[in-house]
């Protein structure tokens, strides 16, 4: 069974940095790409970076020379550092692996 568990979310002033971890496991992590997501309240859940296997990124304009994507498959771990982060990157942030595999989601708050 697929299992993935963010961790690392926070308060953090504008301005700020944060890591955030999704350890997965029950899956062959390197073969997969993953994602991060995000999800503010009363908006819909959109895309802010993902990675292949190969180590390809992608990333949402709005995060675009923010923040990093990156994994380590010797810990079956994809992580998101977010840099000069912003009160509208405030959201639950949430891991995602290829097949609609998803963790519960870490909550980030960026303070004004």
């Known amino acids: ?29 390197s073969n997969n790409p993953m994602g991060w997501y995000r999800q503010a309240p009363g908006k819909q859940r959109e895309l802010v ?29 994809v992580y998101l550092q977010m840099n000069s982060l912003k009160p509208e990157d405030t959201a639950v942030y949430y891991c995602m692996r290829q097949g609609n595999y998803w963790g519960r989601g870490t909550q980030v708050t960026v303070s004004s």
């Open 49 to 77: 970076a993902t990675i292949t296997s190969g180590g390809s990124t992608n990333y949402a304009d709005s995060v675009k020379g923010r923040f990093t994507i990156s994994r380590d498959n010797a810990k079956n771990t």
């Open 1 to 29: 069974q697929v299992r993935l568990v963010e961790s690392g979310g926070g308060l953090v002033q504008a301005g700020g940095s944060m890591r955030l971890s999704c350890a997965a496991s029950g899956t062959i992590f």
